[in-house]
């Protein structure tokens, strides 16, 4: 299946723009080839509501002239001469950006390294059409549900090649499929929904299909007759699916880009400590068969695993080139392509298990709300507040008594962040990954 995107022919695509940009006057420059083919099947009731097969090439061009930087893009390789002149002309009339450049050629990877990024089974429309279905049977097999709220199987491939103008040339295909189904419990007003899903680099690493659409099911019966809370301070838990959330406020937090525009509530906290002693938060670009591994950045240069947090101290911020020399800081890998140059940004970020269970932690702090779920963004990354709508279960004496619906939580992450208690669940399927976490004392607002 791999055969569907030919690397050597994307490559030789960079490599023409790349000298064409050199000839039409840029002093430096570098270019990325992306494509794609993916396929998606989408079913409701047994029925196939929607396929969709879809495949893409796009290839963008970034000139420097000086410290002037611009960017074309564009889905055609017919003529990269006139696609070369039109960024460097738009390059000299561009305004001056002082860290503008591309990384440091001692930096540029020399060896690519050999990741698990493809899984070269091949994968039908039936096959994802039958795995859909057999999903949605499962979720409307559990007592309770009323009706399906439709199930989708889908499979992605995708390459990319980055060429540079001082010698580097990279290219790798990736892999993904995926699975998900929504389940619907009860009837009228009262009528409930929730899902479940599994998205992965390796077919065989998917969970059954009639796990996941089991495990929707009994999720969405779960909810069914929710109850207000009164407004006050509780317990709360993030069951893992939502505790991600967290981990990904923080990973904004801790943004080159964030800090040098000191948009960041983080911006000051550099060696500090912001979690409790013993969290530890790594980002891992080689992780095995991770959902953001990938053999190189957006500029070519290699990256290593990283302690973001080491003991509950802050240790680094993610770094590409332009925004390192900003701060006056070393580059650490982690740049991503984003218009006409990079953005720092994560790979595969985790927030390392505690010893405790879920249930140890129910038990443990008596009573207190079990969080599945979030609604809205209400966090605001100058100052670290922090109100989201939420739902979920109140539990007492360790065991939960009832659904929750219609009520708010709020605190300041600063705050939050210092009273983190991972549990011992982790989830570590997807790019960012966490295990529950426990924050004690949060306000509530309900009735």
Not at 215 to 235: D, F, H, I, Q
Not at 238 to 262: D, M, P, T
Not at 277 to 294: E, F, L, Q, S, Y
Request: proline share 4%; glycine share 10%.
């Amino acid at each position: 299946m791999s055969d569907l995107i030919d690397q050597n022919a994307l490559a030789a695509k960079a490599a023409q723009l790349v000298e064409a940009a050199r000839k039409a006057g840029a002093d430096a420059c570098d270019a990325i080839a992306l494509t794609g083919t993916s396929m998606t099947v989408e079913v409701r009731d047994g029925k196939v509501e929607e396929t969709d097969r879809a495949e893409g090439d796009d290839v963008t061009l970034r000139v420097l002239v000086g410290k002037r930087t611009a960017a074309v893009s564009s889905n055609s390789f017919s003529d990269p001469a006139a696609l070369a002149e039109r960024a460097v002309a738009m390059a000299k009339v561009a305004p001056e950006d002082p860290y503008s450049s591309l990384a440091d050629e001692d930096r540029l990877l020399k060896t690519i390294p050999e990741l698990e990024l493809l899984d070269k089974t091949e994968v039908s429309a039936l096959q994802l059409t039958e795995w859909a279905r057999e999903a949605e049977a499962a979720g409307l097999e559990v007592s309770g549900v009323s009706k399906s709220g439709g199930a989708s199987a889908s499979w992605r491939l995708s390459g990319a090649v980055l060429a540079t103008s001082h010698g580097f040339s990279g290219a790798y295909v990736s892999s993904r499929h995926g699975l998900s189904m929504t389940a619907v419990a009860g009837e009228g007003t009262g009528m409930e929904r929730d899902y479940d899903y599994d998205y992965r680099t390796f077919l065989e690493d998917m969970e059954n299909p009639a796990v996941i659409g089991q495990r929707a099911g009994e999720r969405a019966v779960r909810r069914l007759s929710p109850k207000k809370l009164k407004t006050g301070k509780v317990n709360v838990i993030y069951e893992s699916r939502a505790a991600k959330s967290l981990v990904g406020h923080f990973a904004r937090a801790i943004n080159g880009s964030s800090v040098a525009r000191k948009t960041s509530f983080l911006k000051d906290k550099m060696g500090k400590p912001i979690f409790a002693p013993g969290i530890r938060i790594t980002d891992d670009p080689h992780k095995r068969r991770g959902a953001a591994t990938r053999p190189f950045d957006g500029e070519g240069t290699g990256a290593d695993l990283l302690h973001m947090i080491d003991d509950g101290v802050l240790q680094h911020w993610f770094l590409d080139t332009a925004t390192a020399r900003e701060l006056g800081l070393a580059p650490n890998g982690r740049a991503h392509r984003s218009g006409a140059g990079t953005s720092p940004g994560a790979t595969n970020l985790t927030l390392e298990p505690g010893s405790k269970s879920v249930e140890e932690m129910m038990a443990e702090t008596g009573s207190g709300l079990l969080v599945t779920d979030l609604i809205g963004h209400g966090v605001n990354a100058v100052t670290g507040d922090y109100s989201r709508g939420a739902s979920g279960f109140w539990y007492e004496n360790g065991q939960i008594v009832h659904p929750v619906a219609e009520i708010t939580i709020a605190g300041n992450l600063i705050d939050m962040f210092a009273r983190m208690v991972p549990a011992s669940d982790l989830d570590a399927r997807y790019s960012v990954a966490a295990p529950s976490i426990l924050i004690e004392g949060m306000a509530l607002a309900g009735e």
